[in-house]
Nanobody, 115 residues
Framework: QVQLVESGGGLVQPGGSLRLSCAAS????????MGWYRQVPGKQRELVAS????????NYVDSVKGRFTISRDNARNTVYLQMNSLKPEDTALYYC????????WGQGTQVTVSS
């Protein structure tokens, strides 16, 4: 099994930055592509960024392109999401997970963008 623990969320003003971390443990050798998702109440969970663990290729949803950067540290089994120029519409609970084979969801980390 794979265990995922997200951290790094918080309250930030519009235009601010946060860096989220996703620590993976367990059978992580089976993971090919990791992603960051976000969810707001009443809406479906949305994949906002993904990264191929071996090759490093990244993809982003249009709404975060140029503002968010996903990266990984394979030695630390950790995936990051650097979020810059945050907007109120980025407010959500952020999760990480395997994009190809959904693992058990972690508790997520709350990001609130508000003045």
């Amino acid at each position: 099994q794979v265990q995922l623990v997200e951290s790094g969320g918080g309250l930030v003003q519009p235009g601010g930055s946060l860096r989220l971390s996703c620590a993976a443990s367990g059978s992580i050798f089976s993971i090919n592509t990791m992603g960051w998702y976000r969810q707001v109440p009443g809406k479906q969970r949305e994949l906002v960024a993904s990264i191929n663990i071996r090759g490093g290729r990244t993809n982003y949803v249009d709404s975060v392109k140029g503002r968010f950067t996903i990266s990984r540290d394979n030695a630390r089994n950790t995936v990051y999401l650097q979020m810059n120029s945050l907007k109120p519409e980025d407010t959500a609970l952020y999760y990480c997970n395997d994009v190809l084979v959904t693992r058990s969801w972690g508790q997520g980390t709350q990001v609130t963008v508000s003045s």
